[in-house]
């Protein structure tokens, strides 16, 4: 068998989690560019350009989410695909021994963690032959978070703030712009979206998906669909929405689109949105030995250009440090757009620990805590642990259970992206509590900020859905929604939908 092929998908694996492709990382620099600098866009931007920047340093994860591996495969004919599989599979639950992917390959009856990666479902490989004859291998590491922002519509449609998509490029138009705005901080913006127009529902998303393996440059082949895209950019970052919602002139660096024949009866449009995080990689490989002959998208002999020249956090003057534990007076001192250096005790706690906390007392007192939506990647090392990566995750999820978790256990401070609902404002209000957003993705920048782990409950929920309890040293976030009914986040949706509305008209 090929000597070499196990370590040249290692290596594949543990680039892609580390290191942005270069065009990702260009689309990233120009939009830090566009950002005047005392914005928070801007701000948002030179956290997640230092993040991209330790990340391929030390070799660690750019986000914490390291997602869906999903593996595109072309072998010569006759090549042994079954053992080719295999060797990804060991190669994914090598990686993920090693902290480079995060453990995310849960069973969806039990919730179990099966803490390899490796489970029905997942790794993702397709598996094709060409007439050629090397190997090439192409992945992409794609979160949930930006997963949860995919969309598929069926023509006609009828979608707010922009009326009826009809089956046009003018609807399939309309519906890009729906799902870019729909997306807004949930999926880590600025972000690109791979489009299919047509197929059925299965392959509409998975030739979006594909369009995602195109370089950010590239001119689509067909000048309809080229001069779709070209549309897109031109209008999209009109909406304002900017880095994490935070409002700001880039929301999008990429929009690709292909299209598939449909049945006559059907018209999807299907929708891809990945996230700033955009890894993506491939390697061609010999054939007869496995070793990496060249690397796609990316030029080894071409040494890694820094995103900035400086680095710490964008200091602006604005800044209120404060240590936790909190009081209801410390928090309702904070207003909407106020950047919080937070110090002392912080919990982790997203999907498992908000249902559990429905039903079980808190397994440890949260009374004017900082509860942080967050599921790191953490290495046990001797009888201690160390936190990788640990970026905040989406919050809207917890939006069922959040403002009773506040109302019960009298948690001050919830970080997140992507801000919460009225639910969770109300409660804020009444009970005396913040929300502060991270910057998603910016696993390397926040795994600093931690000191150290001080202990966790419910590990059998698997580590990323854990309550980690963290000690952390002005750890930065901004107030996007204050304990007086202010949202940043309800702002920037209302004002970017009556965007939209013109654009349409
Ligand atoms: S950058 Fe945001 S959306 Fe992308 S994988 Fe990370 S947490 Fe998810």
Known sequence: MLPAFFDSVLQLIIRTSTDLPPDVRAAMKTALVAEPADTRSAQALTIIAQNIDLASDDEGAICQDTGMPTFEVKTPVGANQIWMRRQIREAVAEATRRGKLRPNSVDSITGKNSGD????????????????????????????????????????????????????????????????????????????????????????????????????????????????????????????????????????????????????????????????????????????????????????????????????????????????????????????????????????????????????????????????????????????????????????????????????????AVIGKGGMGAKTLGAMKEFGAVYLNAIGGAAQFYARAIRKVDGVSLLDFGTPEAMWHLTVEEFPAIVTMDAHGNSLHRDIEQASGERLATMSA
């Open 117 to 412: 990666n490796l489970g029905p479902g997942t790794p993702i490989v397709h598996v094709d032959q060409w007439e050629r004859d090397d190997i090439e291998i192409k992945l992409i590491l794609k979160g949930g978070g930006c997963e949860n922002t995919n969309a598929q519509y069926a023509l006609p449609a009828e979608l707010a703030h922009l009326g009826r998509a009809d089956r046009t490029l003018d609807g399939v138009k309309k519906c890009i712009l729906h799902a870019v705005w729909n997306a807004q901080g949930k999926g880590c913006a600025p972000g690109a979206v791979g489009v299919c127009i047509g197929g059925d529902r299965t392959s509409g998303y998975a030739h979006a998906k594909e369009q995602l393996f195109r370089t950010l440059d590239d001119i689509n082949p067909d000048p309809r669909l080229a001069e779709l895209e070209a549309s897109i950019m031109a209008t999209v970052n009109d909406l304002d929405i900017g880095t994490m919602g935070f409002g700001g002139k880039v929301t999008l660096i990429g929009c690709k689109i292909g299209a598939l024949n449909r049945l006559p009866a059907s018209f999807f449009v299907s929708i891809a949105y990945d996230c700033w995080a955009f890894r993506r990689l491939g390697v061609v490989l010999d054939a007869a030995t496995g070793r990496i002959d060249r690397w796609l998208y990316r030029d080894p002999s071409h040494p890694i250009i820094p995103m900035l020249d400086q680095s710490g956090f964008m200091r602006t003057g604005r800044e209120i440090s404060l240590r936790a534990p909190l009081t209801e007076e410390m928090v309702r001192s904070l207003r909407v757009g106020d950047v919080v250096l937070l110090s002392g005790p912080m919990f982790t706690g997203r999907d498992a620990v908000h249902s559990h906390l429905m039903k079980h007392d808190p397994p440890v007192d949260l009374n004017g805590s900082v509860l942080y939506h967050c599921g790191p990647v953490v290495l046990k090392e001797d009888d201690s642990w160390r936190v990788t990566a640990a970026g905040p995750t989406t919050s809207i999820r917890e939006e069922p259970y959040q403002g009773e978790i506040i109302k019960r256990y009298g948690v001050r």
